[in-house]
């Protein structure tokens, strides 16, 4: 028979140490991910759009102060930026830049939304989706997403990706080719959207 272990003296012992991080004490971080991810975006956003110097620094300078030190939010709204097909609209995005996690994703799924929106079957597929990530037990692969899609795996054909893993702002595919959200916070987003 084995003894009961008394734990609470070991852990009367540790030091208790706190790290505060606020929202400007990774400014610089941020600043520097902002323009990893700017250029990144800029890549595959050119010839089309071509973002001049001196916008993209005052860019780099707008996104740095608004994202309050997440950088979850500063993936999300610059990821939105590769669905632009002109510079006016990542000018629009910028003014009209989301406040928190959750207007990021409301944009993000408005986004979705209106690129199926022609196309219903598309925009409800999008929601079920959505809702079947946010309740699966277990994780789901994009064959399973595919096949509930009635989409042949085995097809020599170019079978697109389903709308809500492209680009990866809400779910994104790991190595194993599962989906999952990129974030529990986009999981908690998407059970509160679809229970409204």
């Not at 595919?173 to 999952?180: E, M, R, V």
Request: include cysteine.
């Amino acid at each position: 028979m084995s003894r009961e272990i008394k734990l609470e003296g070991a852990f009367n012992k540790l030091v208790n140490l706190r790290i505060r991080i606020g929202k400007t004490d990774n400014r610089v971080d941020i600043n520097h991910y902002i323009i990893s991810e700017l250029n990144q975006v800029r890549g595959k956003l050119e010839p089309h759009i071509h973002l001049e110097e001196g916008y993209a620094r005052e860019l780099i300078e707008t996104l740095t102060v608004r994202a309050e030190g997440m950088f979850l939010w500063v993936r999300l709204v610059i990821g939105s930026f590769l669905n632009a097909t002109r510079l006016k609209d990542i000018e629009e995005g910028v003014r009209n830049l989301p406040h928190g996690l959750d207007q990021a994703y409301g944009r993000i799924l408005k986004q979705i939304v209106e690129r199926s929106h022609a196309n219903s079957k598309q925009h409800q597929e999008t929601l079920i989706i959505l809702k079947w990530l946010a309740c699966a037990f277990r994780p789901i692969t994009l064959s399973e997403v595919k096949s509930w899609l009635a989409i042949d795996v085995q097809s020599s054909r170019h079978v697109s990706r389903p709308s809500i893993v492209e680009g990866g702002l809400i779910t994104e595919i790991l190595p194993d080719s599962t989906i999952q959200f990129v974030h529990f916070s986009a999981k908690e987003w998407v059970i509160g959207y679809v229970s409204r």
